[in-house]
């Protein structure tokens, strides 16, 4: 029994199986209280402890669940995966090539990749940047074909993704709808390309289920969070803290 419990845990040292469930309660309580930002939650974290790919792997069952769950609560949902299947496809596609490849990066490649979403989010959530696009098939294409390369390299797509939609200027049920569909898109291609990489594998992906449970109770702790506490100063301090830990992660690897 207790060979089967270590089989099942993505380290043997106590500390970082600590941290890790941490990390996962914590990005869960994000995910929870803003709608987003579970993966840059993460990948700012793990990567303090353990390499890139080895967090990327680890975060794809969460991933992978809620962006089902969001997508699936939201409305006109076959609607939605016909208006935007072009943008799905090259997001898809970009990721699968990209992830495909990820033991092959340097780790700094990664790690700055992950930085560089991390601003991205912070800075577009912050200040919600708007940039002149068109709903037409090559803003689609290009946006998911950006979104994918990021995503496949750093796990964390969302920032494109969110840049555009709020360009659109969506209503909040429409904007949670899209984003669920081309979130979910992107989790089976990276996995996928994961699998190739022999960067997710059986054991990785029934040690992703530990973090899935403590994101799980973290969400419902934001949940509750958003409903006693200023959301806009919460934010703007959770946000910041993200800024500073991309910009980290970009400078220790650059220096």
């Not at 060979?3 to 043997?12: G, N």
């Not at 208006?83 to 799905?88: A, D, I, L």
């Not at 989010?121 to 098939?137: A, E, H, M, N, W």
Request: charged share 10%; with cysteine.
């Amino acid at each position: 029994m207790k060979e089967y419990l270590l089989f099942l845990l993505p380290s043997t040292d106590p500390l970082i199986i600590l941290w890790i469930t941490i990390t996962f309660f914590i990005a869960g309580i994000v995910k929870g209280f803003l709608g987003l930002g579970l993966p840059a939650a993460v990948m700012a974290l793990l990567t303090l402890v353990m390499e890139p790919a080895g967090a990327i792997s680890l975060i794809f069952l969460p991933l992978l669940f809620t962006n089902t769950a969001q997508f699936l609560r939201s409305s006109n949902r076959l609607a939605i995966a016909r208006k935007y299947r072009y943008f799905s496809l090259a997001l898809m596609m970009s990721i699968l090539i990209t992830s495909t490849f990820i033991s092959s990066y340097p780790k700094s490649l990664l790690t700055i990749s992950i930085g560089i979403a991390m601003i991205m989010f912070s800075i577009q959530s912050l200040f919600g940047l708007k940039i002149p696009v068109r709903d037409t098939y090559f803003w689609h294409v290009s946006f998911g074909i950006f979104s994918g390369i990021l995503g496949g390299i750093s796990a964390i797509w969302s920032p494109p993704v969110a840049m555009y939609l709020m360009a659109r200027n969506y209503k909040k049920e429409e904007f949670i709808g899209i984003t669920g569909f081309l979130f979910l898109s992107g989790c089976i291609p990276l996995g996928l390309g994961l699998y190739l990489a022999n960067v997710l594998t059986f054991q990785s992906a029934l040690s992703s289920i530990c973090g899935l449970i403590f994101v799980l109770f973290g969400f419902r702790v934001g949940e509750l969070m958003r409903e006693h506490v200023p959301q806009e100063r919460f934010k703007k301090v959770l946000l910041a803290a993200f800024f500073i830990m991309g910009l980290r992660l970009i400078l220790i690897n650059l220096v």
